[in-house]
């Protein structure tokens, strides 16, 4: 799944700028005069009714666009050895940061149980930083993680299939957990829907959902490795065009539901990507199984 080369073009033309906009917009509250249609304009944030001000949701999609198109458009000297090597550091981005987001969980109910601090209030700030941005964070995550790859990696074959967590055991475990925290999710939207308060249980569910993406699947050879590839690159670029969809429909406080949910979002996307690609795949017995 690649663009055409003119968008790797456009995005290099318009990251920079595209930069600047969207952190004045975020983090100075400026509002760009053309766009602001309610007078007199407001600040501008997330979680207040902004009128008719749009400079938010374009500087937002700009930026986001401007990395999707470096990300995903094609290069100058694009080849397969490329290709592979995007693929790994989207994998790796991925698996970054569905990890780094379960450890952040774990870690908030670490600190519920420590008297409040300047170190517990660090925490809050940077804790709450990371899921307004964590949409962010695996299209940042890759672009070292490719330029390291690729100046590192001469041949193709020195890429090898690689786990954050090669234990078959901890997939099955994942998806146990996931599926009865689904379950327990439905069950409790359903028939305790005047309960707001959601146990500190379902704060662990991007760690069993982790476990259930990031380790190796039960019998898992070349050919899967190839599709759980693929998949996580598709399903990456399915997130961020959901995301600038919902960026534009959700506002106020409705946004910071989406927020919640967008911390499991991409792994929900790629698990169904996965398995819908698994099921398309032809099926062929080989004997080359990842050691």
Not at 151 to 160: A, E, N, R
Request: aromatic share 18%; charged share 15%.
């Amino acid at each position: 799944m690649l663009l055409p080369r003119i968008c790797k073009i456009i995005g290099r033309i318009l990251w920079f700028p595209a930069l600047v906009l969207a952190a004045m917009v975020q983090l100075r509250h400026y509002v760009i005069p053309f766009l602001d249609f309610h007078k007199p304009a407001g600040r501008v944030s997330i979680f207040v009714d902004r009128g008719y001000d749009y400079s938010d949701e374009v500087t937002t999609t700009l930026f986001v666009l401007t990395l999707v198109f470096l990300a995903f458009g094609k290069r100058k000297d694009e080849n397969a050895l490329i290709s592979k090597i995007r693929q790994y550091a989207f994998y790796w981005a991925a698996s970054i940061t569905w990890a780094t987001t379960a450890m952040y969980f774990i870690l908030m109910n670490f600190f519920d149980f420590i008297a409040p601090s300047r170190l517990f209030d660090l925490f809050v700030i940077l804790g709450n930083l990371f899921i307004v941005y964590n949409f962010l964070v695996p299209i940042i995550v890759f672009f070292p993680v490719f330029w390291y790859l690729r100046s590192t990696i001469k041949h193709g074959d020195q890429l090898k299939p690689v786990y954050l967590v090669r234990s078959p055991a901890i997939n099955i475990l994942g998806k146990c957990a996931t599926l009865l925290f689904m379950l327990v999710g439905i069950i409790t939207g359903l028939f305790f829907t005047s309960n707001n308060s959601y146990p500190v249980i379902f704060t662990l569910f991007p760690l069993v959902i982790a476990l259930w993406v990031c380790a190796k699947e039960p019998h898992e050879d070349k050919a899967l490795f190839a599709t759980r590839l693929n998949a996580v690159q598709l399903s990456i670029f399915v997130h961020y065009l959901l995301f600038i969809l919902v960026y534009w429909v959700v506002y106020g406080w409705d946004y910071a539901d989406v927020l919640g949910c967008s911390v499991v979002s991409s792994q929900l996307i790629f698990l169904v990507v996965f398995f819908w690609m698994r099921y398309k795949a032809p099926k062929m017995v080989t004997e080359d199984s990842v050691e």
